[in-house]
T-cell receptor, first 111, second 114 residues
């Protein structure tokens, strides 16, 4: 069974610090990796995607992928209270567009 | 780009009635779309995958006769919850699949069945 694992949290981080969110996946055939942010009562919104090993940076966000370790992470620099949300990791397998979802990590940024 | 709308955004209905939720992609076309359900404080649960012009594929435990999906075009899909009951109260979210597995989500519909 294909699985995506995330620590449910909550992860509490002081404002201005770096928040580090982690995700592991079971299927080595996974091709694409996504981080979505979901505020309470809202639908998920895409933060970043990554396809290749290494780091990908977009503003305060950095996604890191290590396919050998089957591990993907999201770093949020200079964390803001508005970053408080649940972060969902999702992994894509092939061309049917379906994603395997983690249960999400609740992040709390303390002012 | 990649704007998705859902209508209604929230609905309250009596037990036994049917509710139709509409999902539209406003500025793009896509063949494949997904319907999810999310109960309070729980993770996203995929209900079904739908390709335009084909019958939807339902996840295990999701009754296809209760949750009717009509995927009529590359920009419109509907989910009808038939004979709704209080246990169907949930947050229903649609998404459209694009290249490289990226999904674009609608804003969701909150259904409350009395």
């Amino acid at each position: 069974q294909k699985e995506v694992e995330q620590n449910s949290g909550p992860l509490s981080v002081p404002e201005g610090a770096i928040a580090s969110l982690n995700c592991t996946y079971s299927d080595r055939g996974s091709q694409s990796f996504f981080w979505y942010r979901q505020y309470s009562g809202k639908s998920p919104e895409l933060i970043m995607f990554i396809y290749s090993n290494g780091d990908k940076e977009d503003g305060r966000f950095t996604a890191q992928l290590n396919k050998a370790s089957q591990y993907v992470s999201l770093l949020i620099r200079d964390s803001q209270p508005s970053d408080s949300a649940t972060y969902l990791c999702a992994v894509g397998m092939d061309s049917n567009y379906q994603l395997i979802w983690g249960a999400g990590t609740k992040l709390i940024i303390k002012p | 780009g990649a704007v998705v709308s859902q209508h209604p955004s929230w609905v309250i209905c009596k037990s036994g009635t049917s509710v139709k939720i509409e999902c539209r992609s406003l500025d793009f076309q896509a063949t494949t779309m997904f319907w999810y359900r999310q109960f309070p404080k729980q993770s996203l649960m995929l209900m079904a995958t739908s390709n335009e012009g084909s019958k939807a594929t339902y996840e295990q435990g999701v009754e296809k006769d209760k949750f009717l999906i009509n995927h009529a075009s590359l920009t419109l899909s509907t989910l009808t919850v038939t004979s709704a009951h209080p246990e169907d109260s949930s947050f229903y979210i649609c998404s459209w699949g694009r290249l490289d597995n990226e999904q674009f989500f609608g804003p969701g519909t909150r259904l409350t069945v009395l």
